[in-house]
């Protein structure tokens, strides 16, 4: 008891922290997570082994850390040292493609093919985010994206943060559509046994008829913004895009790569290889490729946005360990009674608010033994609650900037660059939006299967 309510606090304090804005939150997330291994693993708890199992440092030195055989993959407790691992190798990419020019002749080609439209651009890239989450993790369609969007602000002298926060919300709703576009789904498919089709087929339509309405009302919300800069953007010369490839070989090899890493994450579980291999290949390959500015690549990739990963996966493990994410999934697993609508808007709704302030990974992974216990071996039943904690968990995180890996990219690509996201500007835009997904995939979700 007394180590659940000591992570508990931590956990509080730190998100208090974070939304105060006041103290860098990677400074926060470190301090509280020194905090928690000390307070509730060495005083409370008295458990050296649940300190290390947090850690999780010894799983980067197994086979299948890199090469995984089988059906499912082994959900681990504490840092996930194969997101910070991959985050990191497409930070190392995108430095090289943006060195190289890719993202920069890509704005230009895009606002050539929309006549410098800012709202045309708007909504495209709404479109491309969700659709390439759908394939690709949507932490590197983000990465991407929010470079391009920095660019193209630049160019066109518009304020780039509704457009960023417009793709993050997108990522994560195109990403609940499959099975590889967000980690929860990859644990949920992995752990249950579904396809990628199967996603498809049921998330992925209420992805579907939520990212029509979402377009509609990001229009309404963000247009008066981007026509306040159309006449200012209509005075620029523009430059050819192909002008802006100072190095045609470089700008190449780096497109190569990135392919390359579309490819490998599309079959990275038909192939075997994890996201910790690919993310580590995709950097080493970078780094060779241009040797002569690996220095500068490594100097740019955020640290920050790294080390911020790795005290809150401390802190969410603190949360594991006392079992307190548990106790949340047996309070749902006890009111929900043999009610399945009742069932299934539990699932949703306190999935979403919990993915919201906890990392939606750990909580899928705690929840997934839920309702697989809620369903008594009922397939379809199984199958019913299993899409109800896929939108839940991937739409949830959407609301704040620490619910899903997406926003914290996002936003730190952002600030990067001299863009500050606050908390409150940050929920004040994308609460609503989330609240909306939440209604469309409840309603659909009853009137589809009950």
Known sequence: MAGQITASIIFLIMFALIISDKIERHIVTLVCACVTLIAVFGVCMQSPAAALETLNVKSIFTTEFWYHVGSAEEITVGINWATILFIAGMMVMVEGMAHNGFFRWLCLMIAKLVKYKVIPIFITFMIMSAVLSMFIDSITVILFLAAVTIELAHLLK??????????????????????CGDPPNIIIGTSLGYTFTDFLCNTGVIAGISLIVILVYFYFVFRKEF????????TITYPNPAEVI?????????????????VLLITHAATGLTVAFIGVFIAIITLI?????CITLLKKVDYKTLLFFV???VVVGGLEQTHVLELIAHWIQSISGGNLMLMIAIIIWISAIASAFVDNIPFAATMVPVINNLALGDSKMLAVLAWSL?????????ATPIGASANVVGTSVAKKEGYNITWGMYCSK?????????????????????
């Open 430 to 450: 994308l609460v609503i939006p989330t609240v909306i997904v939440l209604i469309i995939s409840t309603i659909s979700i009853w009137v589809r299967y009950l």
């Open 289 to 293: 490729t241009s040797y002569k500015h």
């Open 311 to 313: 005290g809150l996966f």
């Open 246 to 262: 100072t190095n045609k070989v470089g700008f190449a090899i780096s497109s190569v790569i990135f392919l390359i890493a579309v």
């Open 158 to 179: 518009f304020n780039p943060i509704p457009m960023i926060l417009a793709e993050i919300f997108c990522a994560n709703l195109g990403g609940s559509a499959t099975m």
């Open 390 to 398: 896929s939108m839940g968990t991937d739409i949830g995180g959407s």
């Open 227 to 234: 026509t306040q800069t159309t006449d200012s953007n209509e």
